[in-house]
């Protein structure tokens, strides 16, 4: 009788390959939404485009931790009324974290206006959805 010996360490180095490549891609997307909105709505929309994006990968990156830490919070304390919208209101706290990353990262990225931070916010959650079904689940569901 043959004894077979998977080793664990491999799958474990895939798994955390996969979860810095899940960053990488969430974290780019992120800027390219940012950097498309700052393109299209030049007055309304700030973002400082010095240094070749870094300030949109800075932000990128503050939305991404925000996302991971707080959205979830966020989420479940708005739970009534976002049922009670049909989940209209989810897209509401994205413009609340993007305000978060906007005043955090001050003169280097401001917005004025409601309509065009709930723009960012909707292709934000577009962004989420499609990276989500179409990318991330898959990724995931073969490693099983």
Do not use: C, Q
Request: proline share 3%; aromatic share 18%; no cysteine.
């Amino acid at each position: 009788m043959k004894t077979i010996v998977i080793d664990d360490n491999k799958k474990k180095d895939f798994s955390k390959i996969k979860k810095a490549l899940n960053l990488v891609i969430y974290i780019f997307l992120y800027a390219l939404i940012l950097i498309f909105v700052s393109l299209l709505f030049k007055k309304t929309f700030i973002l400082d485009h010095s240094y070749f994006g870094l300030w949109a990968l800075l932000a990128s990156v503050i939305i991404y931790i925000l996302n991971k830490t707080i959205k979830p919070v966020l989420f479940f304390l708005t739970l009534p009324i976002t049922g009670i919208t049909l989940g209209l209101f989810y897209p509401f706290i994205n413009v609340f974290i993007i305000k978060i990353a906007a005043f955090l990262l001050g003169d280097h990225f401001v917005t004025h206006g409601f309509f065009i931070l709930f723009f960012a916010a909707i292709l934000i959650s577009i962004m989420n959805f499609l990276m989500e079904n179409i990318i991330i689940k898959p990724m995931f569901r073969k490693e099983d």
